[in-house]
């Protein structure tokens, strides 16, 4: 895959990701609940979503789990990575 084909596929992840992250803030909010958020920046980010596939493997709609896989390798692919801040 060419680069800019990949920075594209990657974008358009982002994207699709910021909205679900949305959806999702906004109906815990609604429930009362508490989130975290990853940073793709994170060293971390991707070893964390993988971490959370595999304890959901069983439980999760194949949706939800390609969704986090989506997430993780736009994580690992990262550029100029930090700690967590």
Not at 10 to 23: G, I, N, P
Not at 61 to 70: I, N
Request: glycine fraction near 2%; hydrophobic fraction near 40%; proline fraction near 2%.
């Amino acid at each position: 895959m060419g680069k800019f084909m990949a920075e594209s596929v990657t974008q358009e992840l982002r994207d699709k990701h910021a909205r679900q992250d949305d959806k999702c803030h906004t109906k815990a909010r609604e429930k009362g609940e508490m989130t975290f958020t990853i940073r793709e920046q994170d060293r971390s980010a991707a070893k964390v979503i993988a971490f959370w596939i595999m304890e959901n493997i069983e439980k999760c709609p194949a949706s939800k789990l390609f969704d986090a896989l989506e997430s993780a390798i736009v994580a690992r692919d990262f550029p100029n990575k930090k700690n967590a801040d």
